[in-house]
């Protein structure tokens, strides 16, 4: 069971550049989401989704664009890259069971824009 | 809307010693709340949660104990482990905006 999977682990882009950031699981989980982790300011959400071909923008939408048509696919792309976008990205999924919600995070993008 | 506040770091402990993290937190409606722990270069891990008040989440040596009264989940540990070095989110849910509301997370060092 890989769990969430994300790739690229490392990228460095150009101003202006566009990328996307994939981000799969194999968990069935209806709701997936991506964060940005930046110094001091813990993990802001960035777009969620509740099931496919459902999205919704979080708390820093701006400069990032998803689509959800598969159930275990989420990427997130960068539109035109700043160098306001590096950061750290977390993918995430979660389900509901009887503890509760639980929320599985990707190990990480790290990208830098020069 | 729901935040989550963290105490001030980094923190720097000798190793066995006691551990307190503290987190206290604001929220509509009745949030699950979690730690999550951030080894070097990794991504993030589940380290405990608890969902409903009173409940206490433990995990590898760690505790918190939800607590309504006071909103707070605090994360202990009786003896750090040079291993222990990493930083510690305190997050929330509430599944009303469908986010993890996060901390700004505290960098805890352990010396051997």
């Known amino acids: 069971n890989a769990g969430v999977t994300q790739t690229p682990k490392f990228q460095v882009l150009k101003t202006g550049q566009s990328m996307t950031l994939q981000c799969a699981q194999d968990?069935?989980?209806?709701?997936m989401s991506w964060y940005r982790q930046d110094p001091g300011m813990g993990l802001r959400l960035i777009h969620y989704?509740?099931?496919?071909?459902?999205?919704d923008q979080g708390e820093v939408p701006n400069g990032y664009n998803v689509s959800r048509s598969t159930t275990e696919d989420f990427p997130l792309r960068l539109l035109s890259a700043a160098p306001s976008q590096t950061s750290v990205y977390f993918c995430?999924?979660?389900?509901?069971?009887?503890?509760?919600?639980?929320?599985?995070f990707g190990e990480g993008s790290w990208l830098t824009v020069v | 809307g729901d935040s989550v506040t963290q105490m001030e770091g980094p923190v720097t402990l000798s190793e066995e010693a006691f551990l307190t993290i503290n987190c206290t937190y604001t929220a509509t409606g009745y949030p699950s709340l979690f730690w999550y722990v951030q080894y070097p270069g990794e991504g993030l891990q589940l380290l405990l949660k608890?969902?409903?008040?009173?409940d206490k989440g433990s995990n590898k040596g760690f505790e918190a104990t939800y607590r309504k009264e006071t909103t707070s989940f605090h994360l202990e540990k009786g003896s750090v482990q040079v291993s222990d070095s990493a930083v510690y989110f305190c997050?929330?849910?509430?599944?009303?905006?469908?986010?993890?509301?996060f901390g700004k997370g505290i960098t805890l060092s352990v010396r051997p």
């Open positions: 997050a929330l849910w509430t599944g009303a905006n469908s986010k993890l509301t």
């Open positions: 608890a969902t409903k008040a009173d």
């Open positions: 995430a999924s979660s389900r509901w069971d009887s503890s509760g919600n639980t929320i599985y």
């Open positions: 989704s509740v099931g496919a071909g459902i999205t």
């Open positions: 968990m069935n989980h209806e709701y």
